[in-house]
């Protein structure tokens, strides 16, 4: 994250506003990690909070996982459900440990923890986006609207798509963040993928959410 957007600035009418910060641990393969994002007095609050969208329905039946396939980088993420269809961009670590997600001039695009695991490899790949800017919405804006069923593809750059099912959507408070459970495999030896958002609340003294949205999904199926 850039030195820009790490820092506060002032908002129209004198209200502090607080550029996305991305804070983790690295714990092995696992992230703790949390977003604070921009929003300006204006702009509706995201539907990432409605806890009502998040969980797994019970006894739903969900696909057999598809055997991983080998490292290629991501280059684009497809969410029919959800209308979503943008480039991924590769990022690491600033100098703070913070993940740099897509600057705000690139709000529709992803970020994908390029020193984990890409996308269809055995392992958990993060990938992680805004929920929205100072003015508008944001490619993760709906995020927790997405349902265990539904699917999420990445385009790679070894020609093939990765195919993924959702299998849970978690709305997670940032007080006792559990990495294990954010992060760490559900199944291990699947290719597993988590999309990450802010969630919860806005809350106007911090100027940040209260929670994350987790979506995990694992690799079901292979396209060309």
């Known amino acids: 994250m850039s030195e820009q957007n790490a820092r506060a600035t002032t908002a129209p009418g004198g209200r502090l506003v607080t550029g996305i910060a991305w804070t983790v641990l690295l714990l092995g393969l696992w992230l703790w990690g949390r977003e604070a994002t921009d929003v300006r007095e204006g702009i509706s609050r995201p539907a990432t909070g409605d806890m009502a969208a998040a969980g797994r329905p019970p006894d739903l039946p969900l696909p057999p996982a598809h055997a991983p396939l080998g490292d290629a980088r991501p280059q684009r993420l497809d969410v029919p459900g959800l209308d979503i269809s943008a480039p991924v961009l590769a990022g690491g670590l600033d100098a703070k440990g913070a993940v740099e997600p897509p600057p705000f001039e690139r709000a529709g695009s992803v970020g994908w923890y390029a020193d984990g695991v890409t996308p269809g490899a055995a392992g958990t790949a993060l990938m992680v986006g805004h929920v929205d800017t100072e003015t508008r919405p944001a490619v993760?804006?709906?995020?927790?609207?997405?349902?265990?069923?539904?699917?999420?593809?990445?385009?790679?750059?070894?020609?093939?798509?990765?195919?993924?099912?959702?299998?849970?959507?978690?709305?997670?408070?940032?007080?006792?963040?559990?990495?294990?459970?954010?992060?760490?495999?559900?199944?291990?030896?699947?290719?597993e993928l988590r999309l990450i958002t802010?969630?919860?609340?806005?809350?106007?003294?911090?100027?940040?959410?209260?929670?994350?949205?987790?979506?995990?999904?694992?690799?079901?199926?292979?396209?060309?």
């Open 198 to 224: 802010c969630g919860g609340t806005f809350d106007r003294t911090t100027n940040s959410y209260t929670a994350n949205v987790v979506v995990s999904a694992y690799l079901t199926g292979t396209a060309s």
């Open 140 to 191: 993760f804006y709906r995020l927790s609207a997405l349902e265990p069923g539904e699917t999420v593809r990445v385009t790679r750059d070894d020609g093939a798509t990765a195919e993924f099912t959702v299998d849970d959507v978690e709305v997670l408070t940032r007080d006792g963040f559990d990495a294990r459970q954010a992060y760490g495999p559900r199944d291990p030896g699947r290719a």
